[in-house]
């Protein structure tokens, strides 16, 4: 339990700077948006978004992580599967965190929008998506799980850099680009927003948490002999 705690304290003082940088110019972009709505709201109309940046911040962040931290948990004695465990414990208390922060910022927003009586503010997230309802557990529900989604898959690519080297980890990137061009050259796209649109919150969730749970079985395979020093 100790080693535990040890390593999630590491790892969320690895990340605190980076955390309050960034929470602060979202806080800020917030404010500023209200004051331009306060003077030039009968002028234009504008919609915002919390979570898809927060996306994009643990996306980048979850790419960086075994490079920046797992020779020094070796080192310190911690064996391929605790590093993983204990970063997986991370990611879910890191992506909880998170979605927490969203959702409450979502009721902040409102509650000002509609204290001011400011109408042409907008706030767009996934879960408008697929469900009428934004309520406060099933946005952070939904923000929990895209979160742990882009902290894991950015870890898969990051595993793959650090075990294949710059060659193999841009021959994955390459391989996943044409995923986008062969649903464009056979129409997928089409069929695949029809399912996703008829899809229910939950059932999303779900799948997401399934697909999250064999990335990280497959992440912690790959790692089993994965050296101290990157390739």
């Known amino acids: 339990m100790k080693t535990v705690q040890g390593s999630l304290y ?3 003082q690895s990340y605190k700077k980076s955390n309050i940088i960034f929470w602060m110019i979202v806080f800020s972009i917030v404010i500023l948006s209200f004051f331009i709505d306060a003077f030039f709201g009968q002028y234009v109309s504008f919609a915002m978004t919390i979570s898809i940046p927060v996306y994009i911040f643990y996306s980048i962040k979850g790419a960086k992580i075994l490079n920046n931290t797992l020779p020094y948990f ?10 993983m465990c204990n970063v997986g414990i991370f990611f879910i208390v890191w992506s909880l965190a998170g ?16 204290l001011l009586n400011y109408d042409n503010m907008i706030i767009v997230h996934p879960i408008l998506f697929f469900s009428n309802s934004d309520s406060f557990l099933l946005t952070m529900s939904m923000d929990t799980v895209l979160l742990l989604f882009c902290l894991t898959s950015s870890l898969l690519l990051n595993v793959i850099f650090y075990r294949f080297g710059t060659l193999g980890g841009y021959s994955f990137i390459g391989l996943l680009a044409l995923i986008p061009i062969m649903m464009v050259i056979f129409e997928w796209y089409t069929p695949l927003f029809d399912l996703v649109s008829n ?18 079985i497959l992440i912690s395979s790959a790692l089993r002999k994965a050296s101290a020093i990157p390739s």
């Open 10 to 12: 590491v790892l969320f």
């Open 74 to 83: 070796l080192k310190l004695g911690l064996s391929r599967m605790q590093y």
């Open 99 to 114: 979605a927490f922060v969203i959702a409450c910022t979502h009721k902040i927003i409102a509650l000002i929008s509609n």
């Open 199 to 216: 899809t229910s919150a939950f059932s999303i969730i779900a799948s997401l948490l399934a697909i999250i749970i064999f990335i990280y």
